[in-house]
């Protein structure tokens, strides 16, 4: 099972851009799936999450009400559309499927990551 990350670039502030993240592999609809990002000298932090019905989102303080995650199960595919960006949003986004049980906030209850994509905002 793999994890593809795309959709990342350079925008100004204010701008948007929409991640993709493929997955190969026949139980993608199974998996609660989440968004990462880590910015130069500072830790990994949670960004959104979506349980594997799409149902129910999660979102960390600072993007809550700038950025919406969802999936396409048929497509193999979560979503994360970003708007509003800021300088601040700027940071290598990963996406990752979630093992079974554990929080949603925490990278450690993540068991597959892509291999980030670079989102760069421009004051």
């Known amino acids: 099972v793999q994890l593809q990350a795309s959709g990342g670039g350079s925008v100004q502030a204010g701008g948007s851009l929409r991640l993709s993240c493929a997955r190969s592999?026949?139980?993608?609809?199974?998996?609660?799936m989440g968004w990462f990002r880590q910015a130069p000298g500072k830790e990994r932090e949670f960004v959104a999450a979506v349980t594997w019905r799409g149902g129910t989102t999660f979102y960390s303080d600072p993007v809550k009400g700038r950025f919406t995650i969802s999936r396409d199960n048929a497509k193999m595919t979560v979503y994360l559309q970003m708007n509003s960006l800021r300088p601040e949003d700027t940071a290598v986004y990963y996406c990752?499927?979630?093992?079974?049980?554990?929080?949603?906030?925490?990278?450690?209850?993540?068991?597959?990551w892509g291999q980030g994509t670079q989102v760069t905002v421009s004051s």
């Open positions: 990752a499927s979630k093992r079974n049980g554990g929080g949603y906030y925490d990278f450690l209850s993540y068991d597959n």
């Open positions: 592999g026949r139980t993608f609809s199974m998996y609660d």
